[in-house]
């Protein structure tokens, strides 16, 4: 099994910075992206529906022979772990909640913690949950930041545009009176590619939890600790979409910092 590829799910392209903090921690490791592009975005779907994709794609999935799988879409990791472990018997399955949320309890000295995501993400309550769980004390602030997924797809991630808006949301979110966080988690695939913008509005002493790179490294001990890490070799990316290929190769070379030819992309029926 440590020859068998890891997989990576998310709703679309947003995923590709999980991917990549993925084979800057795993650069020997085989990846298959499956980007759900045909039912994008999950973030404003209900629960219900975001389950039933994301069950489907653990089925279609199972055929990989994967030796692990990653949900790197925090709306899917919030509400459908449990039934995607159901599809997908014997294959470890990480979720970005949990190491976002361990990353956070880390990082935050007064215990009090805000978390952005999209609105499904923040009304499942998932990182709350794993914050409280591992830190009694916290105090959590949750807001959805919707438009950020639409500015980070659009390729506006700095200027005034992508500033305004973070001043938007960010602003009343963590201010800087002293009870307020001093931590930001950022919760959601694309927050990433605005972190500058991001950045600007909370103020330099605000400690930024980007959970792609913890994602990677709890890959890294799930797959040591199983005794499945690749030991030589070099990595290989299959990327697999539902709709447009020329899209998911646009987009998604911007997310991940690398250009993806859409000759490459495979389209599949979930
Ligand atoms: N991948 C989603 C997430 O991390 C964002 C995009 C979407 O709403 O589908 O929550």
Redesign the pocket.
């Known amino acids: 099994m440590t020859e068998a590829p890891i997989g990576v799910f ?3 392209v ?2 590709l910075t999980v991917l990549r903090a993925l084979v800057t921690e795993l650069p020997q490791e085989r990846f298959i992206y499956l980007g759900d592009t045909a039912r ?6 209900s629960r219900e529906s975001v389950s039933r994709y994301a069950a489907q794609a653990a089925e279609a999935l199972a055929d990989y022979r994967l030796k692990c799988l990653v949900v ?7 509400s459908s772990l449990p039934t995607m472990r159901e599809r997908l018997p014997g294959v470890p399955i990480v979720g ?1 909640i949990e190491p976002g949320a361990q990353a956070a309890c880390e990082a935050s000295l007064s215990g009090h913690i805000a978390v952005i ?2 609105e ?2 923040v009304r499942g309550r998932a990182y709350e949950e794993a914050i409280l769980r591992r830190r009694s004390d916290a105090r959590i602030s949750a807001l959805a930041t ?1 438009l950020f ?1 639409a500015l980070a797809e659009e390729g506006v991630c700095s200027g005034p545009i992508a500033l305004a808006v973070a001043r938007h949301y960010l602003q009343a979110l963590c201010t800087p009176e002293r009870d307020g966080p001093d931590t930001l988690v950022l ?4 927050f990433p590619m605005l972190a500058k913008a991001i950045r600007a509005a909370v103020g330099e002493k605000m400690r930024i939890v980007d959970s792609a790179a913890t994602t990677a490294s709890a890959v890294r001990q799930c797959l040591h600790s199983a005794g499945l890490l690749r030991r030589c070799g070099s990595h290989a990316v299959r990327f697999l979409a539902t709709d447009g290929a020329e899209r998911f190769a646009r987009v998604g070379s911007r997310f991940l910092e690398r250009t993806i030819a859409p000759r490459d992309v495979e389209l599949i029926d979930l």
């Open positions: 998310d709703s679309g947003g995923g994008l975005p999950y973030g404003t779907k790197a879409c925090n709306t899917a990791s919030a970005v995501g999209t499904g993400t919707q997924v919760g959601c695939t694309h």
